[in-house]
């Protein structure tokens, strides 16, 4: 059975760092995306990052580009979200995703291309 855990969110000030941890088990090899995505409230779901295999490039949301980074270790079955320059607006809940059979780019950011999901972790950026 897959889980995804994530961790390491909290409460930061503007223009600090933090980094989000997601630890997966159970079928990890076969995940071909990991992906961070985040939902404010009063607001719909939206991809952060997907890191993909293969070589791929990663896809970041344009208002996280040059801030946020994404970096896996599969020894580990990990995937962190390295988290900079945060700004109020960045407040959400960060969810970790991982789809197993490999989709086309423009489907990549969609929710709904997902297999698996974390239960997410609250990251609030606020004076």
């Known amino acids: 059975q897959v889980q995804l855990v994530e961790s390491g969110g909290g409460l930061v000030q503007p223009g600090g760092s933090l980094t989000l941890s997601c630890a997966a088990s159970g079928r990890t090899g076969s995940f071909y995306h990991m992906a961070w995505f985040r939902q404010a409230p009063g607001k719909e779901r939206e991809a952060v990052a997907v890191h993909s295999k293969g070589g791929e490039n990663t896809i970041y949301a344009d208002s996280v580009k040059g801030r946020f980074t994404v970096s896996n270790d599969n020894a580990k079955n990990t995937v962190a979200l390295q988290m900079n320059s945060l700004k109020p607006e960045d407040t959400a809940v960060y969810y970790c995703?991982?789809?197993?059979?490999?989709?086309?780019?423009?489907?990549?950011?969609?929710?709904?291309?997902?297999?698996?999901w974390g239960q997410g972790t609250q990251v609030t950026v606020s004076p």
């Open positions: 995703a991982a789809r197993v059979g490999r989709i086309v780019l423009s489907a990549r950011r969609s929710p709904s291309s997902y297999d698996y």
